[in-house]
T-cell receptor, first 113, second 110 residues
Framework: GAGVSQTPSNKVTEKGKYVELRCDPI?????LYWYRQSLGQGPEFLIY????????DSGLPNDRFFAVRPEGSVSTLKIQRTERGDSAVYLC???????????FGPGTRLTVL | LAKTTQPISMDSYEGQEVNITCSHNNIATNDYITWYQQFPSQGPRFIIQGYKTKVTNEVASLFIPADRKSSTLSLPRVSLSDTAVYYCLVGVPVNDKIIFGKGTRLHILP
């Protein structure tokens, strides 16, 4: 079956712009996670959803970052007033429940010029 | 979560067995040991998890000594396609988020 998909695969933007990154989880998976991975580092947790609600957003670096999952399926990570330091690969993962294996998407590579 | 220490990088050759050791001196009683694999331009992928002794699946084996303060991921007869970053994680399996370290960059040479 289809895995986790993320769009776009690459996004180049200018400093100060707004971006949206999309994640389509595996069908039926109730939990959805966002991570950020900088070059040479392991993925860093940002936020996770159980259904439509954000169960833990402790990893969001500041209030420029926001994520939604309005219908409990697709999620969008939104970054306002992008900064060069936001450049990274943004990974999405989903799992059947929060106690089961997380399946990762290929990521969106964000470059802020 | 228990802190883990693993080599930053390793090189090996095709056909060899590769062992990557992870230290986790402060592992708690309820903690499990989990390994993830990440290929270039892909997200991480779960490969194996264990609590004690030995676990084997179609991809790898995981050896955990009695004191559980370390563990060894064993990849039999590696190929070029095993070139990836391998992350050792320690924590409870029912976990709402994964805390990754820097991992071990394994480079397989022909």
């Amino acid at each position: 079956g289809a895995g986790v998909s993320q769009t776009p695969s690459n996004k180049v933007t200018e400093k100060g712009k707004y971006v949206e990154l999309r994640c389509d989880p595996i069908s039926g998976h109730t939990a959805l996670y966002w991570y950020r991975q900088s070059l040479g580092q392991g993925p860093e947790f940002l936020i996770y959803f159980q259904g439509t609600g954000a169960a833990d957003d402790s990893g969001l670096p500041n209030d420029r970052f926001f994520a939604v999952r309005p219908e409990g399926s697709v999620s969008t990570l939104k970054i306002q007033r992008t900064e060069r330091g936001d450049s990274a690969v943004y990974l999405c993962a989903s799992s059947l429940t929060t106690s089961s294996e997380q399946f990762f998407g290929p990521g969106t590579r964000l470059t802020v010029l | 979560l228990a802190k883990t220490t693993q080599p930053i990088s390793m090189d090996s050759y095709e056909g060899q067995e590769v062992n990557i050791t992870c230290s986790h001196n402060n592992i708690a009683t309820n903690d499990y040991i989990t390994w993830y694999q990440q290929f270039p331009s892909q997200g991480p992928r779960f490969i194996i998890q264990g609590y004690k002794t030995k676990v084997t699946n179609e991809v790898a084996s995981l050896f955990i000594p009695a004191d559980r303060k370390s563990s060894t991921l064993s990849l039999p007869r590696v190929s070029l396609s095993d070139t990836a970053v391998y992350y050792c994680l320690v924590g409870v399996p029912v976990n709402d988020k994964i805390i990754f370290g820097k991992g071990t960059r394994l480079h397989i040479l022909p």
